[in-house]
């Protein structure tokens, strides 16, 4: 970071007391030295955020989002991290500093707002031939037949298209040139006609309701015939289409009236949030069809801990679900999948069934074990043999991804309930299955990160012990407990990277006049997921709450657990060292090693396992 930049941030932060600047978007009561609220991010009656005015962050037991005062702007006004610094700049009147790596800031700025303003002038246009003009009263008609009155109209900012030059010309006369219309993917072609010619136009908004792209659909009798229903703008200066998460911004805006529903629904498309917002169910979000991206899965993770997916019923969409839903169950989202009767989507179960008929499907929704099973039940015909048989195969492979032994235990279960089969040879038939995989999978030769990512992974229980541990131990650190100290822990203990480079940043911020200031963490070190989770670790502390010398002593027993971590990892190389090391005195000086090393390992002593040679 530009010293100008993070000199800056850190006089903005303290300027910017996040206590005053939380409570001016949701009622803060004291509580002790701190202050609490209902956490505006995710929908409870009983307060579970915590403001920490002296500390300068914020975190939420309840959905665990953590931060400073600038991402806690960027994530209640859903933008970026540097529209947040700007906007609280402003707020108490500071002024930026230059962005001394990009000269050319301004400039791209410039460019960017001008893009956007056509736009939004496009926007207008479209809408006002819908609504204003004798020739939109056709596709007035047509939004009417499903179930889309004035009101949708206006909330999403419909339009129509009425010609091919139509566009070009409202746009010429609003001074701007052919060339930046090209770059926003108006217009195409020799004659630069309207890409969205003669259809009905959903603007496509981004987090804040800027409008970034179009949607054009087709609605008259005489075109039914074209095979593209739907145009959608490509990627162009203002639009990045693998980022982009249609209904955001509606989401948010219904937040900030306390509108706050436990979960979002994720549908295919724009089309299918209308339809749903039109029959009143407005937690809705789409991808821009059906190839959803990481990034798009980040995006929704700021959004929402839970997260219903609802694609349509057809085979598409039964594919894209079983491609997508392994990816948002990745990322730590709390997914559930909504399966609508087969080939219906959510507009047309709304009309057979109401608002009330759709929500029974989400009411029943899957995890994604359950979803899948589902899917082999559906793909075979159990009242044959062969089909019972292709079944169960099925099934084995689905329940191989289970990791948890009582998970497999239960599904198993419903699975020979179906085809008869003994438990004890379906749980062996997996279990040979899951062998399969790992030898298919294995690595002919792991690198150093590779071991010491994976040294626990034969473990389950171990791996889960080492990661609260860690956090544990930075944890009490970070809040200046008087029993820890940041200098006697090595760096190297620590397994997880942003672990070790959170242990580093608390040492070094340990010997500056202000001391550690958690909020400052969130600026200084990229992964903020984590942050949060070491800043709430709250289960282990409520073991110990109001006992001082339990809770001390947990500390020492974490430490421990780290420490034995680390000379296993030693040993484990040590050990590879010597398996492919020629020069015999090596091998027996790295043996000596490993001899303290197993010493040190096994000692019941904290002092004993730090490494002196």
């Given at each position: 970071?530009?010293?100008?930049?993070?000199?800056?941030?850190?006089?903005?932060?303290?300027?910017?007391?996040?206590?005053?600047?939380?409570?001016?978007?949701?009622?803060?009561?004291?509580?002790?030295?701190?202050?609490?609220?209902?956490?505006?991010?995710?929908?409870?009656?009983?307060?579970?955020?915590?403001?920490?005015?002296?500390?300068?962050?914020f975190?939420?037991?309840?959905?665990?989002?953590?931060?400073?005062?600038?991402?806690f702007?960027?994530?209640i006004?859903?933008?970026?991290?540097?529209?947040a610094?700007?906007?609280?700049?402003?707020?108490?009147?500071?002024?930026?500093?230059?962005?001394?790596?990009?000269?050319?800031?301004?400039?791209?700025?410039?460019?960017?707002?001008?893009?956007?303003?056509?736009?939004?002038?496009?926007?207008?246009?479209?809408?006002?031939?819908?609504?204003?003009?004798?020739?939109?009263?056709?596709?007035?008609?047509?939004?009417?037949?499903?179930?889309?009155?004035?009101?949708?109209?206006?909330?999403?900012?419909?339009?129509?298209?009425?010609?091919?030059?139509?566009?070009?010309?409202?746009?010429?006369?609003?001074?701007?040139?052919?060339?930046?219309?090209?770059?926003?993917?108006?217009?195409?072609?020799?004659?630069?006609?309207?890409?969205?010619?003669?259809?009905?136009?959903?603007?496509?908004?981004?987090?804040?309701?800027?409008?970034?792209?179009?949607?054009?659909?087709?609605?008259?009798?005489e075109?039914?015939?074209?095979?593209?229903?739907?145009?959608?703008s490509?990627?162009?200066?203002v639009?990045?289409?693998?980022r982009?998460?249609?209904?955001?911004?509606?989401?948010?805006?219904?937040r900030?009236?306390?509108?706050?529903?436990?979960?979002?629904?994720?549908?295919?498309?724009?089309?299918?949030?209308?339809?749903?917002?039109?029959?009143?169910?407005?937690?809705?979000?789409?991808?821009?069809?059906?190839?959803l991206?990481?990034?798009?899965?980040?995006?929704?993770?700021?959004?929402?801990?839970?997260?219903?997916?609802?694609?349509?019923?057809?085979?598409?969409?039964?594919?894209?679900?079983?491609?997508?839903?392994?990816?948002?169950?990745?990322?730590?989202?709390?997914?559930k999948?909504?399966?609508?009767?087969?080939?219906?989507?959510?507009?047309?179960?709304i009309?057979a069934?109401?608002?009330?008929?759709?929500?029974?499907?989400?009411?029943?929704?899957?995890?994604?074990?359950?979803y899948?099973?589902?899917?082999?039940?559906?793909?075979?015909?159990?009242?044959?043999?062969d089909?019972?048989?292709?079944?169960?195969?099925?099934?084995?492979?689905?329940?191989?991804?289970?990791?948890?032994?009582?998970?497999?235990?239960?599904?198993?279960?419903?699975?020979q309930?179906k085809?008869?089969?003994?438990?004890?040879?379906?749980?062996?038939?997996?279990?040979?299955?899951?062998?399969?995989?790992?030898?298919?999978?294995?690595?002919?030769?792991?690198?150093?990160?590779?071991?010491?990512?994976?040294?626990?992974?034969?473990?389950?229980?171990d791996?889960?012990?080492?990661?609260?541990?860690?956090?544990?131990?930075?944890?009490?650190?970070?809040?200046?407990?008087?029993?820890?100290?940041v200098?006697?822990?090595?760096?190297?203990?620590?397994?997880?990277?942003?672990?070790?480079?959170v242990?580093?940043?608390?040492?070094?911020?340990?010997?500056?006049?202000?001391?550690?200031?958690?909020?400052d963490i969130y600026?200084?070190?990229?992964?903020?997921?984590?942050i949060d989770?070491?800043?709430?670790?709250?289960?282990?502390?409520?073991?110990?709450?109001?006992?001082?010398?339990?809770?001390?002593?947990h500390?020492?027993?974490?430490?421990?657990?780290?420490?034995?971590?680390?000379?296993?990892?030693?040993?484990?190389?040590?050990?590879d060292?010597?398996?492919?090391?020629?020069?015999?005195?090596?091998?027996?000086?790295?043996?000596?090693?490993?001899?303290?090393l197993?010493?040190?390992?096994?000692?019941?002593v904290?002092?004993?396992?730090?490494?002196?040679?």
């Amino acid at each position: 970071m530009d010293n100008d930049l993070g000199q800056f941030l850190a006089d903005l932060k303290t300027r910017a007391n996040i206590k005053d600047v939380v409570g001016s978007y949701v009622q803060l009561r004291r509580s002790g030295s701190d202050w609490v609220c209902c956490c505006p991010f995710h929908n409870e009656k009983t307060p579970s955020m915590y403001v920490h005015e002296r500390q300068r962050y914020f975190h939420c037991f309840g959905c665990g989002k953590g931060g400073d005062v600038i991402t806690f702007v960027r994530d209640i006004e859903g933008m970026s991290y540097m529209d947040a610094v700007k906007k609280l700049a402003d707020q108490y009147h500071m002024t930026m500093p230059e962005f001394k790596a990009d000269p050319e800031h301004e400039k791209k700025k410039e460019r960017k707002d001008v893009l956007q303003s056509i736009m939004l002038e496009a926007n207008r246009y479209y809408y006002n031939n819908l609504v204003n003009k004798e020739d939109g009263k056709p596709g007035l008609a047509y939004l009417e037949s499903r179930g889309f009155g004035k009101d949708i109209v206006d909330k999403y900012r419909l339009g129509v298209s009425l010609s091919e030059d139509g566009l070009q010309r409202y746009l010429r006369l609003k001074k701007y040139n052919v060339a930046d219309l090209q770059a926003c993917g108006l217009v195409s072609g020799q004659n630069n006609t309207d890409f969205f010619a003669n259809r009905l136009i959903v603007p496509i908004l981004d987090p804040n309701g800027k409008v970034v792209a179009f949607g054009g659909r087709i609605y008259k009798e005489e075109d039914k015939g074209n095979p593209a229903k739907y145009k959608n703008s490509n990627t162009n200066e203002v639009f990045e289409k693998g980022r982009c998460i249609y209904g955001l911004n509606f989401v948010r805006e219904d937040r900030k009236k306390g509108i706050r529903p436990d979960e979002l629904i994720l549908v295919e498309g724009y089309m299918d949030v209308i339809a749903l917002g039109a029959a009143g169910i407005t937690n809705v979000i789409a991808g821009m069809g059906t190839a959803l991206t990481e990034e798009q899965i980040v995006e929704i993770k700021k959004n929402t801990q839970k997260l219903l997916v609802c694609y349509d019923g057809d085979e598409a969409g039964r594919k894209a679900t079983s491609k997508n839903a392994p990816m948002i169950e990745a990322s730590g989202i709390d997914m559930k999948i909504v399966l609508l009767p087969k080939g219906m989507d959510p507009d047309e179960v709304i009309k057979a069934e109401g608002a009330e008929g759709f929500k029974k499907y989400c009411d029943s929704a899957l995890n994604l074990i359950e979803y899948r099973l589902k899917l082999c039940e559906e793909a075979y015909d159990l009242d044959t043999a062969d089909g019972r048989q292709k079944y169960l195969k099925a099934c084995i492979v689905a329940l191989s991804d289970l990791d948890s032994p009582a998970d497999i235990e239960i599904y198993s279960n419903e699975v020979q309930k179906k085809v008869g089969v003994a438990h004890e040879t379906l749980i062996f038939e997996i279990e040979r299955y899951k062998g399969k995989k790992k030898l298919a999978a294995a690595p002919v030769e792991k690198s150093k990160e590779e071991t010491k990512a994976s040294i626990f992974n034969a473990n389950e229980g171990d791996r889960q012990k080492l990661i609260s541990s860690e956090r544990f131990v930075l944890n009490r650190i970070l809040h200046g407990i008087d029993y820890t100290d940041v200098n006697i822990v090595p760096d190297e203990w620590f397994n997880d990277a942003t672990c070790e480079l959170v242990i580093k940043w608390a040492r070094i911020k340990s010997k500056t006049p202000g001391g550690i200031v958690i909020g400052d963490i969130y600026s200084d070190i990229p992964d903020s997921e984590l942050i949060d989770k070491i800043i709430n670790e709250d289960e282990e502390l409520k073991k110990f709450r109001n006992n001082y010398e339990k809770e001390k002593a947990h500390y020492v027993y974490c430490l421990m657990n780290i420490a034995d971590a680390y000379l296993l990892r030693r040993i484990k190389e040590l050990n590879d060292f010597c398996m492919k090391e020629t020069d015999s005195a090596e091998i027996e000086k790295a043996k000596r090693q490993i001899s303290i090393l197993s010493s040190k390992r096994f000692s019941k002593v904290l002092e004993d396992k730090y490494i002196d040679f």
